[in-house]
T-cell receptor
Framework: GAGVSQSPSNKVTEKGKDVELRCDPI?????LYWYRQRLGQGLEFLIY????????KSGLPSDRFSAERTGESVSTLTIQRTQQEDSAVYLC???????????FGPGTRLTVL | EDKVVQSPLSLVVHEGDTVTLNCSYE??????LLWYKQEKKAPTFLFML????IEKKSGRLSSILDKKELFSILNITATQTGDSAIYLC?????????FGTGTRLKVLA
């Protein structure tokens, strides 16, 4: 497919466990974003990648959150020691460059019990 | 602090009605304003606006930006049940997009 893909689509975990969320951006897109959307809320910026580097991590809510991107392609968002307040839909988007329109993936719905 | 405010928060209309959704912003180093439609999880892109007064149009949807008064509107004419969704406005400063909380539109048959 030509769009942004994310996996898993749904993840249910127990409080305290670690989770990894994956994003495959559109091929050739150098910019990649992670957003979080809590129920009934807008999109909350988490992190921005330009190529493999992350010049802006300012949105990561705590040191339990980390993200990496390899080969200007796949990105992984890791949440350690999950808490119930981490429950949300995590959306990934990519754009051709920092000026381009971000196109979103279908998201991962994370539920922490 | 940068902010994007959308109104109304929710709206219920009947098929055939025309709706106007509002987005106002206070963002330093404004670059562009985007509108998205979110039906389930993934927001889908509708319009990108960078210049004041130039209307963007796609079928029954249109949008315009006023950079002096710092707002944009999204119009939907002859609404259909398939227009039911959350409409999100996002404003970019450099690479970063700041989203409003959205307007939830429900179109009744």
């Amino acid at each position: 497919g030509a769009g942004v893909s994310q996996s898993p689509s749904n993840k249910v975990t127990e409080k305290g466990k670690d989770v990894e969320l994956r994003c495959d951006p559109i091929s050739g897109h150098t910019a990649l974003y992670w957003y979080r959307q809590r129920l009934g809320q807008g999109l909350e910026f988490l992190i921005y990648f330009q190529g493999n580097s992350a010049p802006d991590k300012s949105g990561l809510p705590s040191d339990r959150f980390s993200a990496e991107r390899t080969g200007e392609s796949v990105s992984t968002l890791t949440i350690q020691r999950t808490q119930q307040e981490d429950s949300a839909v995590y959306l990934c988007a990519s754009s051709l460059d920092q000026r381009g329109v971000p196109f979103f993936g279908p998201g991962t719905r994370l539920t922490v019990l | 602090e940068d902010k994007v405010v959308q109104s109304p928060l929710s709206l219920v209309v009947h098929e055939g009605d025309t709706v106007t959704l509002n987005c106002s912003y206070e963002v330093t180093n404004f670059r562009s304003l985007l509108w998205y439609k979110q039906e389930k999880k993934a927001p889908t892109f509708l319009f990108m606006l960078t210049s004041s007064g130039i209307e963007k149009k796609s079928g029954r949807l249109s949008s315009i930006l006023d950079k002096k008064e710092l707002f944009s509107i999204l119009n939907i004419t002859a609404t259909q049940t398939g227009d039911s969704a959350i409409y999100l406005c996002a404003v970019s400063r450099t690479y970063k997009y700041i989203f409003g909380t959205g307007t939830r539109l429900k179109v009744l048959a």
